[in-house]
């Protein structure tokens, strides 16, 4: 582990020998009024925009200009199979074969697909386990698939709370709640970061005990994809979904992520809700009423993709593939770990990071936990420059990203949190 030091130099030192440093000129900073950029850690919220973004989304603007409706099989990259550019570089990204994944819809939307292929409950076995502070639209999503199922959420679904001075959940927890219940459990749905604490869970682990016991397994990786290293085929897991408005920085609502196991994916006899996208690429545009699916994670698609969001996640998703997951979580285990170390720095404030300590157990964000009026420490912060979020009842979440933050980001964020304590 790095001997990290205090002051000033020590953060201008890291970010001369960062070898990703250079790509901090590749993303747009937001501004204050000042002109100055503001220091921005919340890129687990909204990620930046790669200022190669206009080229890629101007060049289907332009062919749409230029070709109209031709622009689906003539544009400069044609439009009905535009999505297929991003399979390769989404499959390297989350440890999957290019069959497993696909980009299409929303977060929610492909877990509401996915649970109406994988979530099949039977009187015996129909409790889905999710985290205690799950994210609101999965709870929803789950309770409403428990629901349409004509189960009772107040039976069949369990929360997993941390111990009672604990702030996460231990993973032998999950284990012994799997020996003892596992047979009635239809559908292990965790976050692969939990949004709230920041907390990785160990997918592998829990994959694994959830299996011998017969359990499906799915996971949202809104707060995992592009933060840290994934191996989702070689781990077993059935499902998972995610965002690309975070980490991945494909902008505002921009279409999500979608993984099917490959002893899944090419299931045709799996229920699933279909659409014509989903169908056999060769006879699509023949428009018979028999649905065929697609052998893949494709074969789920409804919709035909919108191409200019998915134009814009190409362009982050180019930088990605160019500098691998394996440097980035390098460098973000070195950046949280200098946070931290500089909040450690400071044991009389009224903040505590409710994180995970093991950087194998967190991305790249801090959950810093605030006694008394964190608000408006929030608030202070957020008036000098500083661009977080807060999390009700008592969070100030910090993420800084290794593509575009600097170790000086850091810095200067510990220097006005401490400041206005
Ligand atoms: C962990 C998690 N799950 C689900 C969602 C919902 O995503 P969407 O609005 O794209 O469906 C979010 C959004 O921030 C999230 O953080």
Not at 71 to 98: D, F, I, M, S
Not at 332 to 358: A, M, N, W
Not at 366 to 376: E, Q, T
Request: hydrophobic content about 40%.
């Amino acid at each position: 582990m790095k001997q990290f030091r205090t002051g000033k130099l020590f953060a201008k030192e890291l970010d001369e020998a960062d070898p990703l440093g250079e790509y901090r000129s590749k993303f747009h900073f937001p501004k204050k009024e000042s002109g100055q950029e503001v220091i921005y850690l919340c890129g687990n919220s909204l990620g930046l925009q790669p200022k190669s973004v206009s080229a890629y989304v101007e060049q289907e603007l332009k062919d749409w200009q230029a070709l109209g409706v031709k622009g689906h099989l003539h544009a400069r990259n044609p439009w009905v199979p535009y999505h297929e550019l991003l399979t390769e570089q989404t499959a390297r990204l989350v440890g999957a074969k290019p069959l497993e994944v696909v980009v299409m819809n929303t977060l929610t939307v492909n877990l509401h697909l996915m649970m109406v292929s994988f979530y099949r409950p039977t009187p015996e076995r129909n409790k889905i386990v999710i985290e205690s502070n799950a994210f609101p639209s999965d709870r929803y999503a789950v309770e409403s698939q428990i629901r349409f199922q004509d189960y009772d959420p107040s039976r069949s679904l369990i929360e997993l709370q941390p111990r009672s001075d604990e702030t996460t959940i231990r993973t032998e927890d999950i284990e012994a709640l799997l020996e003892r219940e596992g047979n009635s459990i239809a559908l292990v749905m965790l976050g692969g970061v939990n949004y709230y604490t920041g907390q990785l869970f160990e997918m592998e682990r829990i994959t694994l005990s959830a299996h011998k016991k017969g359990c499906m397994v799915g996971f949202d990786l809104a707060h995992a994809a592009g933060n840290v290293v994934l191996q989702l085929h070689e781990w077993g897991v059935d499902f998972a979904i995610w965002c690309s408005y975070k980490y991945l920085n494909g902008g505002p609502g921009c279409v999500a992520g979608c993984f099917v196991h490959e002893k899944h994916a090419t299931n045709t006899e799996l229920r699933r809700f279909a659409g014509w996208w989903g169908h056999n690429k060769e006879t699509r545009f023949l428009m018979e009423p028999q649905f065929d699916p697609i052998l893949g994670a494709e074969g789920w698609q409804l919709s035909n993709p919108p191409i200019l969001p998915l134009a814009a996640l190409r362009a982050s998703m180019d930088i990605f593939d160019e500098v691998r997951m394996d440097k980035i979580r390098t460098k973000s285990e070195l950046l949280t770990g200098y946070l931290e170390f500089l909040l450690e720095q400071h044991p009389g404030k009224r903040f505590c990071v409710i994180t995970p300590k093991d950087p194998k157990q967190r991305g790249a964000q801090l959950s810093i936990r605030v006694d008394r009026k964190g608000k408006a420490l929030y608030e202070s912060i957020t008036s000098h420059g500083v661009v977080c979020d807060w999390r009700e009842p008592d969070v100030i979440r910090v993420a800084p990203v290794p593509l575009y933050n600097s170790f000086m980001d850091v810095f200067e964020f510990v220097e006005i949190c401490v400041s206005n304590c």
